[in-house]
């Protein structure tokens, strides 16, 4: 089985634009959970999707947000860029939640400048 | 809230030896716990989990992991080090309330080296 993709792999943008960010889940998963990597943060919970419906959302402000398509692919935009969302964007697929274990893809790496 | 704490960001460890990562957990209902390793520029990937039933699990590449509900620990061994286990390892859990669904709470992350 082919694992999570995530395209880009690496992005470099500017204060005040705007990104978006694709996942490919492991064919079968309904879950595609996101996560922020920084060195001072760790890693964070963006949000949850599952069969096109957003579960949950972590505590990051309202130019973070998602989709997840019909065929459980899910992209993720960030818009109006600060130097501070410079990070490994990751993305997680899972059959569904809670006990099924979440794998995960290679990461977007995001520059702001 | 759930919390889970890494003791110990940085351990080194000579090739043969064993490992030890630490790892405790905060969490108001029983957990669901994991372990992931992230080598240099990559994704995290899975090593264990504890979900229910024998609380010794054992993963990929020798490693194991002992849930002990009483010190709400998760820590992670290996008998023997190879030197390519040198990398970033994460314990993680997910609790089975309404409110986590997909969320998965990181520790902040514990670097293995190892010596030749």
């Known amino acids: 089985k082919a694992g999570v993709t995530q395209t880009p792999r690496y992005l470099i943008k500017t204060r005040g634009q705007q990104v978006t960010l694709s996942c490919s889940p492991i064919?079968?998963?309904?879950?595609v959970s996101w996560y922020q990597q920084t060195p001072g943060q760790g890693l964070q919970f963006l949000f949850e999707?599952?069969?096109?419906?957003?579960?949950n959302k972590g505590n990051f402000p309202g130019r973070f947000s998602g989709r997840q398509f019909s065929n459980s692919r899910s992209e993720m935009n960030v818009s109006t860029l600060e130097l501070g969302d410079s990070a490994l964007y990751l993305c997680?697929?899972?059959?569904?939640?809670?006990?099924?274990?979440?794998?995960f893809g290679p990461g977007t790496r995001l520059t702001v400048t | 809230a759930q919390s889970v704490t890494q003791l110990g960001s940085h351990v080194s460890v000579s090739e043969g030896a064993l490992v030890l990562l630490r790892c405790n957990y905060s969490?108001?209902?029983?957990?669901?716990l994991f372990w992931y390793v992230q080598y240099p520029n990559q994704g995290l990937q899975l090593l264990l989990k504890y979900t229910t039933g024998a609380t010794l699990v054992k993963g990929i590449n020798g490693f194991e992991a002992e849930f002990k509900k009483s010190e709400t620990s998760f820590h992670l061994t290996k008998p023997s080090a190879h030197m390519s286990d040198a990398a970033e390892y994460f314990c993680a859990v997910s609790d089975a309330g309404g409110t986590s669904y997909g969320k998965l709470t990181f520790g902040q992350g514990t670097i293995l080296t190892v010596h030749p």
């Open positions: 969490s108001s209902v029983p957990p669901y």
């Open positions: 999707y599952f069969s096109e419906t957003q579960r």
């Open positions: 064919s079968g998963h309904r879950s």
């Open positions: 997680a697929s899972s059959l569904d939640s809670f006990f099924y274990e979440q794998y």
